[in-house]
C-alpha cells in the first residue's frame, strides 16, 4: 500500500508555443483521495489527461502503475477509470447502454459485467433507472453515471475531472459519499483516486491536495498544512444589525477589502469572513465598518487564497451600468411571478410558485437538479408558455410583447452559450447586433466591454479557447451590451475558481447597486451568500423565500450550532421531501 500508484518528475507539457504545465514532481498513493485545486487554466486537466495517458509529456517523466506513460500507456489503460468532465456519456443511449458500452470498451466477460453492473447500479441508486436515456437524466443521475462507467473496469487509479461542477449540494455530498465507500471496498487492491475539483470544501474533505497555479505546483501537503499558516487570522466581522441587507453587506465587504491588512473578505451570512494578510496585525471592526470582529478557524478555501493569492494580479472589477438605471426607493418589482404553474403532459414541473424582485435586489434561485428553476427561467425570458398564472418582466409578458421586454433583460446562460469559433471581438459584435444596437453605440460598447472586463488582450482569441474564468467575463460583457435594467443569471459561476469568483460577483454588486435587478439560478452556497433573498424549489415547489442569514436561523440546533447555507439548504428540502413522502 506504500508503493506509488503514480510519479511524475520534472513533468511538462506544452500546447504549441502555450506552457500547459512546467517541471511537476509528485506521487499519487494508494489508499487516499488526492485533490487537484487551481485557478482556472492551472493545468488540472492536462495533469489528469497524461495520467490517464491520453496525452504524451513534452518534458520529464510520468509512470503509471508501473507503466512509462511515454512509451507503455496502453499498458496502463486497463487498470485506469477517466471521468472527464461533463461527465464523458452518449446522451442518445439509456443508462443500461452506456455501461454495456464501456464495458465492451473494457473487455468485460458477459458474467462479469452483469455482476459488476449491477452491484454498481445498486450503489448509485440507479437501478430503477436502467432503460432512461442518459441525456434524460438530471445532473446528479448523470454525475452518478458517469461514476459507474468510470468503475466499471474496477480501476486501480480513478481520475475525476470536476465530477460535481453543476450538480446540487446533496448530489456533492451523495457523489463524495459513494466514491468513499468504493475507495475502501477497493483499498485491498490498491485503489487510488485523484480528484480534481472547483469546490474548496471537496478539496478540504481530501487526504493529499496538488495546488496548481499557471502550470506550476505551488504545494503538495494534506489539507492540515494549508490551514497552518492562517490560525489567528481568520475572523467574522459582525454589524449591529442583525441581518444586514445585500447592499449593507456589499458596502462592508468592500470597506473592509480596502483595509491594507485584509487579504480576503467575502459576504457569509450576516457577516463578513476576514482573511488577514500575512503578519498584519488585526485592525479595529469599526475601522473595518463592522462592530466587532470574532476569531474563527480556517477553511481550506481560505488556504487556496492564502497561496495563490500572493502571485496573482488582483482582478478590475469596474464594470458600467446601464445609464436609465438609477437607484429608487420603495419601487415596483420589475420581475413579478405569481401562481406559476407550468406542466409538460401529467408532469408538473412548476406548481403554483410565486415571488417578486425588486430593482437593485439580487434574488437567487436555489434546488436540486430538476426542482424546476430552469423551466422557471424559460418562462420569465419568453422561451416557455406557462400553463397558468404570471410570469412579467418589466411589466410585461414576454410572449406577448417580446421586443420591448427582452430590450430591457440581459441573460448569461449556464455554460455560457457564446460561439466557440468566433474571436471575442466576433462574439461581441454578434450580441451587439441581436440587441440590436447601432453602429456607433455598438462600437462604443464592444470597446467599453474590451476594457472593463479586461478581453482586450484576448479580443481576437477564439472562444473556445479561452480559459473558464474568461470566458465567464466574455459572457457577462454580452450581457451587458446593450445596458439592460434587469440581467438574468443562470449558474454563472459553474466550475470557475475562487479567486474569479470574487471578480465575478464583486462586478454584480456594482450592477445591483446602480438598481439592476437580478435573477440568478446556482448550485454553489458560497456564492448564495451574495443574495438579498433566496428561494428555495424543491419539486415545483417554492418551499422557502428569506435572506440567507434567515435560512441558515432557520435550521440552527444543538447538533447544527453554526450552520453553513449548504447545511440550511439539505435540511430544508430533505424537510420537504419527508413532508411529500409522508
Not at 235 to 262: I, K, N, Y
Not at 293 to 303: I, K, N, S, Y
Not at 426 to 449: D, K, S, V
Request: aromatic share 6%; glycine share 10%; net charge negative.
Amino acid at each position: 500500500m506504500s508503493e506509488a500508484l503514480a510519479r511524475v518528475a520534472g513533468l511538462g507539457y506544452s500546447y504549441g508555443a502555450d506552457v500547459a504545465l512546467r517541471d511537476i514532481s509528485a506521487e499519487i498513493r494508494p489508499g487516499v483521495i488526492t485533490g487537484l485545486v487551481g485557478p482556472d487554466g492551472a493545468g488540472k486537466t492536462t495533469l489528469l489527461r497524461l495520467l490517464a495517458g491520453l496525452l504524451r509529456p513534452s518534458a520529464g517523466q510520468i509512470e503509471v502503475l508501473g507503466h512509462n506513460m511515454r512509451t507503455d500507456a496502453a499498458a496502463a489503460h486497463a487498470d485506469i477509470g477517466y471521468m472527464p468532465q461533463r461527465f464523458g456519456l452518449y446522451e442518445d443511449l439509456s443508462v443500461a447502454e452506456n455501461l454495456d458500452l464501456f464495458a465492451d470498451l473494457h473487455g468485460l466477460a458477459a458474467g462479469v459485467r452483469a455482476e459488476r453492473s449491477a452491484h454498481l447500479l445498486h450503489f448509485t441508486g440507479l437501478g430503477p433507472f436502467t432503460a432512461r436515456l442518459a441525456g434524460l437524466l438530471s445532473g446528479g443521475m448523470k454525475q452518478k453515471l458517469g461514476l459507474a462507467c468510470a468503475l466499471l473496469g474496477r480501476p486501480k487509479l480513478l481520475l475525476l475531472d470536476e465530477p460535481s461542477v453543476g450538480v446540487d449540494p446533496a448530489s456533492r455530498r451523495e457523489l463524495w459519499s459513494i466514491v468513499a465507500a468504493m475507495l475502501a471496498e477497493g483499498m485491498d487492491d490498491g485503489m487510488g483516486v485523484v480528484w480534481a475539483t472547483a469546490y474548496q470544501d471537496e478539496a478540504g474533505r481530501c487526504d493529499d491536495v496538488l495546488l496548481l497555479h499557471e502550470g506550476v505546483l505551488i504545494t503538495h501537503a494534506a489539507p492540515a498544512a494549508f490551514l497552518a499558516p492562517l490560525q489567528g487570522r481568520v475572523f467574522r466581522l459582525t454589524s449591529d444589525s442583525h441581518d444586514p441587507s445585500g447592499a449593507e453587506r456589499r458596502v462592508a465587504t468592500r470597506q473592509a477589502s480596502a483595509d491594507p491588512a485584509v487579504l480576503d473578505a467575502v459576504v457569509e451570512g450576516a457577516t463578513v469572513r476576514i482573511v488577514l494578510r500575512r503578519d498584519a496585525a488585526a485592525p479595529q471592526a469599526a475601522d473595518l465598518g463592522g462592530s466587532s470582529l470574532l476569531a474563527v478557524a480556517p477553511r481550506f478555501e481560505d488556504g487556496f487564497i492564502d497561496a495563490i493569492a500572493a502571485d496573482s494580479t488582483p482582478p478590475s472589477v469596474a464594470t458600467w451600468v446601464p445609464a436609465q438605471v438609477r437607484p429608487t426607493e420603495a419601487a415596483a418589482a420589475v420581475i413579478e411571478v405569481r401562481d406559476l404553474l407550468r406542466k409538460f403532459g401529467t408532469f408538473t414541473a412548476v406548481n403554483r410558485v410565486s415571488f417578486s424582485v425588486q430593482p437593485g435586489e439580487i434574488f437567487g434561485l436555489l434546488g436540486p437538479n430538476g426542482a424546476g428553476k430552469s423551466t422557471i427561467f424559460r418562462m420569465l425570458c419568453g422561451l416557455l408558455r406557462p400553463t397558468s398564472g404570471l410570469a412579467q418582466v418589466a411589466g410585461m409578458d414576454l410572449l406577448r410583447a417580446p421586443a420591448e421586454a427582452r430590450a430591457r433583460i440581459g441573460y448569461m446562460a449556464q455554460r455560457f452559450s457564446l460561439y466557440g469559433e468566433l474571436s471575442v471581438v466576433e462574439n461581441l459584435r454578434f450580441f451587439a447586433r441581436t440587441y440590436g444596437l447601432g453602429r456607433a453605440a455598438r462600437a462604443a460598447a464592444i470597446a467599453q466591454a474590451l476594457q472593463r472586463f479586461e478581453l482586450a488582450d484576448n479580443a481576437n482569441t477564439t472562444a473556445g479557447a479561452l480559459p473558464l474564468g474568461v470566458k465567464q467575463r466574455l459572457a457577462l460583457a454580452a450581457a451587458l451590451l446593450h445596458g439592460p435594467d434587469i440581467l438574468f443569471l443562470d449558474e454563472p459561476t459553474s466550475g470557475v475558481d475562487p479567486l474569479a469568483r470574487r471578480a465575478f460577483w464583486a462586478r454584480i454588486g456594482t450592477l445591483a447597486d446602480a438598481g439592476v435587478a437580478i435573477l440568478v439560478t446556482s448550485h454553489f452556497m458560497d456564492e448564495a451568500e451574495y443574495c438579498d433573498r433566496l428561494g428555495i424549489i424543491d419539486g415545483g415547489h417554492l418551499i422557502a423565500v428569506d435572506t440567507p442569514a434567515a435560512l441558515r436561523e432557520r435550521v440552527r440546533s444543538a447538533d447544527l450550532p453554526d450552520p453553513t447555507l449548504e447545511d440550511a439548504f439539505i435540511a430544508l428540502v430533505g424537510q420537504q421531501d419527508k413532508a411529500v413522502a409522508a
